[in-house]
Structure formats: C-alpha cells, structure tokens
C-alpha cells in the first residue's frame, strides 16, 4: 500500500480500500443504520451480517483450497487422483473425492489433519499459506462491521470442518459463526471416550437456496448485509434484501488478473455468475471491483 | 417462595434452590471455573453449557407442548387427532402429525401461528400459559451462567421454529442458541417476494447421538455443562463430560408429583430415564431432585 494510497482512505479503517461507489455505499450503508436519529436506524439485534467464503473472503482459483486439501490427502491414502481427473468428474467427482477424504475420522483428527496441510501448503501461484489468501480489505469490512456492533457469519458451500481449523482464528469470528456444508457424524465410545465419527453421507450441501435455509435454521434472524461472487450466493442476497430493515448487498467482481484472478466462473464446479450480475444491476446492488476498488488484495505476510 | 427459603438461599442469586448438595456442585462448579487462580480456572471462550428443554428447563407432562399445539393445529387443518391415537401410534404416528401442522407453510406463517396458540393455550393440569411452565429455578440458573460469562445453548428434541418462538424471549437466550429438531425448507419466490417454506422432510431429529453431533455443527466447541431428564439426553452428557476442562453434569429428576409430576418416562415417545440414571450415580453426576432442592417450580405469574 502507497502512502498516497493511505492519504486517501477516510470512514473508519477500510484502509485497502480506494474512495469508490463501492466504499460510498458501504460508509453510507453503515451511517445510516447505525445512527439513532436516522430513519434507517437498525438496533444491534438485528445487525447481521453473511458472507460466502470461497471467492467473496479469499482466493478460489486455481481451485478451492478443500479441493487441494482433499487432492493432498487422497494421494497420501493411496488413491491419488489429479485436478484434471477431478475437473472431468464434476460434482458427482468431487462428492466422491469428499468421501474418501472427509470421513471414516473423528472430527478431532480431521481438524488436526486440516491444521497440519494448512500450515505446510502453499498457494501455487502465490507462494502464500492458504490463510494468507484471505482478502485484506474484506477482513477490514468484517472488523469494520464488528465494531459497529454486527455479528458477521460465514455461509460458505465449503465443509465446516475444513473451516472452523482456519477462519475462526484469521477472521476473528467464534466457530459457531463459520458455517458451510456439512456431513453425518456417528456418536461413538472409542478407548479415548466419547467421539464424533465423520461419516460417508453428506447432509447439508451449503449453496444456492441452501444458504437462505442455513442462515435459518444456524441465525435464526434475517441479515441485513449479505456478500457474495457467483450465482450460487444470490438466494442469500436476496433473502437479505428482503429483509424489512434497510440492507447492503455486495457482489465481489474478479477483475484483477494481475494480483488475483479475473473470470466469471468459479473454479470445478463452474456456478456461474451471469445471473448475479443481471439482478444486482436491476436492484443496484454494490458490485467490488477488485481490480479497481482495492489498494492491496492480500494482507502482507508476517 | 417464603421468606424463610429466601432467607437460607446464598450463592448468588439461585434463590429459588434450597441448601442442597445439587446447589452446592453447582456453586463450587462456577467459584472454580471462574477463579483464574484456580487450578479448575476456564476461559469466558470455553465457558460452554447446553441444555436439554422439554423436562429439563419446562414442563413435559402431560405432553409435549408442541405435540398440544400440533393437536389443536390438526384440528384447525380439518384432521382432528386425539392424545389417544397419538399414543398408540408412537414415533410414526408423531411424525405424521409433524408433517401433517408443521409444513406447506413458510417460516413467517409458522412462527406466526406458533405465537398465536401460545398466547391462548393453557396448560391442562395448571391452568398456566405454556411459557409460564418454565421452572423458575433453572431461570435462576441461565442466569446465573450468563453473568459468569457462559454461551447458555438450548439442544432439543422439539422443533426449532416452534421452539424459537417463545424460548429466546422466556430464557433470554438469542435465537442461534435455540436449537431443536429441523425440517427441510424450501427457497422460493412468492408475491411478497423470497421466503422459505416448511416442507415435509424431517432433516435432524435431535435426540439421543444426534445431540453431540447438533452441539459440533452449531456450536463448534465442546460444552462444559449440560443438563438433561432422559436417556435421549445421555450422548449429550457423555461427550461434555469428556471435555479435558472440569466439567458439569445435571440431571433433572422429576419427584415432585404435587407441584409438577412425578415420573421416570418421558410421554408419548417414552424415553426412559434408567441409564441417565444408573451413569450418573456412577460418574457421580449432579441429580436434581425436583421435590427436594427446588423452592419453588414456576415463575410468578405477572
């Protein structure tokens, strides 16, 4: 970050943040909800903020990090399987992938296995630890929010296993904020006492109208803030601007091929972002521009 | 409560519990967690305690409160149902019955009708509105947990919109922490715009090994304290008892049959409560003898 880069951030501590529509909305967004005085006043209560993980939080590309996780773990139980394998298997490949990987551990085990790949693995491109892939200005917004009295939430289609080994710590979020998809697990008494078995069936697949039903069934309440990059987030960004409340709808565009990625497709899986973008300019939505909106991608390194 | 009881209670503010060995391993519990000089000492972040509802913190007899509002629902719908045909039909007949009030309906409707019986329905033995069938002791202790830095959850076999309804007021606990049983929901649009609806798929029934496994997807920490009345709510308690931290167990055993009821099965699903029991005297586990250690039952009515 250039210190006349510094000179020019103003409102709170979006620092990574150039003065843009984007930061304008969010700034005018939070004045008014917190401002007793204003007519969109919200109280604490109901200040909820969700966020996708993959893309929305940090880097997707060249392929989720779970996928490279799984990827890693398979060839060390003995099934190696490649990205290309994995590309021509589409879901259906990667549901199998997740079984091999995910299950038949107790959830102790499978969150010390996550905690060694993260602390060895690095980013292909980048050279980076996976959970210095996160985005330096959106973990401004979520500590902006926080300290504006919202809890923030994590809504991703990743596991919540995989997650709560790494995002608590780095967003500052409690476990039972980070929520995404989830398996079975089977209850057992193993020699070391009572455990959580990681089992083969898959419960909850956390993206498109899922996410809606999560952040029912994990908050209970409606948000107010929703962010997210692809087709598979706009359920919950509706969900949220329907919201009775005045609400801040944000969509991550990835246009920086230099610093990070730039594409309309996520990666594997291939959810789309064409219908996001469509709606998001009928309802004016706050579309990031990463190339053009942020002063730093990633936070530096320690 | 007399003046007297009021008198012999110390220990914060467990007013409505006698001088009784269940308040004594309560009171010692907290003094230790609490201490940062106590080698027992737990920090605010783990300070975790679950709850079980139905038995545990309100009244269970003569029949589950949601199964009453079901009842009268089913007869709204045109499909009257009697406790009778509910009893011969066991856990099939109570799902049907499920499915039949609690779907084809969205989650604003549900909680809105929830409501609506809630402020009508009396308790048939007491006379009381269901959410004054609250014990006032265990109040006293959400309370007194609370203000010693603990999350207070509730894990129950009920539902979590019917749930959500009342308890997050009654207890004063936010939604997030109310967590019972959940169906599918369906995302859609309709002419009010998005809203999830109930449908007929049971997701997670959360009794019995089912409780630990809710407790690590929605809290993502292992408990410290649990309380329950009924085997169902034994996987609960094994796996907070595991916790490496000091540990608390409650059993609420239910002795009381003049100010509340008498009984060791749980009504209608009939859950026993003989292996609760029969671990709990073997772990030396706290036993709450209803009759004995509590004042007073229920909360005065305004």
Redesign the interface.
Known sequence: MSSGDRQSASGGSLLSWRESPAKRAIMDFLTAVTDRDSGDFVPE?DRIAVFDNDGTLWTEQPMYAQLAFALDRAAELGHPTSLEQLRAGGMAGVVELVKLTHSGIT?SEFAAASRRWLASARHPRFGRPYPAMIYQPMLELLDLLARNGFSCWIFSGGG?DFM?AWA?EVYGL???R?IGS?G????R?GPD??E?VKDEAI??INDG??K??SI??????RPIVAAGNTDGDL?ML??T??SPHRTLQLVVDHTDADREYAYDRDPILGSGTQELHSIAAENRWTVIDMAADWVVVYPPLP
Do not use: I, K, S, Y
């Open positions: 209560f959830t919540t709560r608590g409690p476990p039972h980070v989830v079975a697990t089977e209850f008494t006492g009572p959580l419960r909850v109208p899922q809606p039903g029912h069934t994990h908050v209970g309440q359920p509706q969900w601007a329907a």
